[in-house]
């Protein structure tokens, strides 16, 4: 009983050892190193970041920049005029447009970074959610409801709330479910 598998004719059969050696170690290089460990570092990526995530960002950026520089007239151009935010600890008091753009310009943001952005477009509308890091006063999650109108994007609601807090509940969310890894 022969333990050689069949192969079609004029296929090679025997490759010299010099040959598979060089063969197996380009696989190993082009593999990596962690890969046959099952090493967390060679199975991680960078994230992708999406045209439509990368637009949503430059657009909560210029928010955070018009802010700081305190320039009303480039806040006011991002905003819809029925503008409204919403915070988590008082969700029945919104606080309009005008109040919101004044506090923008008294109390401009502490830094913070955008992460974990999600862009979800539904045609005339974008509900862009994201964790701003920020270097006092801890962590937000926010909501933002984008709006299309004529050849740009205007912001129309905020919702923003405490982020990180595993003190509560919220229904249909498992806090024990980790980390999704997703492209952004």
């Not at 409204?84 to 830094?111: F, H, I, K, N, Y």
């Not at 969310?173 to 997703?182: A, F, H, I, N, R």
Request: charged share 20%; net charge positive.
């Amino acid at each position: 009983m022969s333990s050689e598998i069949p192969q079609p004719p004029g296929f090679a059969t025997t490759l010299s050892r010099p040959v598979a050696g060089m063969l197996l170690l380009t696989a190993a290089l082009l593999v990596g190193p962690g890969a046959a460990r099952g090493d967390d570092a060679a199975q991680s990526r960078i994230p992708v970041v999406t045209r439509l995530v990368q637009r949503f960002l430059d657009f909560e950026n210029r928010l955070v920049e018009a802010a700081r520089a305190k320039d009303a007239a480039a806040l006011q151009g991002l905003l819809s005029d029925d503008f409204e935010l919403r915070a988590g600890p008082a969700p029945g008091v919104p606080t309009p447009r005008e109040a919101w753009l004044r506090r923008q310009l008294v109390d401009s943001p502490d830094t913070y970074g955008i992460e974990q952005m999600a862009v979800h477009d539904l045609g005339n509308f974008a509900v862009v959610s994201f964790c701003g890091r920020r270097k006092v006063g801890g962590n937000l999650f926010f909501v933002d409801v984008w709006v299309s109108a004529a050849d740009t994007w205007k912001l129309s609601i905020r919702y923003a709330a405490p982020a990180g807090d595993l003190r509560y509940s919220i229904p249909g969310w498992d806090k024990q479910q980790g980390t999704l890894k997703k492209r952004y």
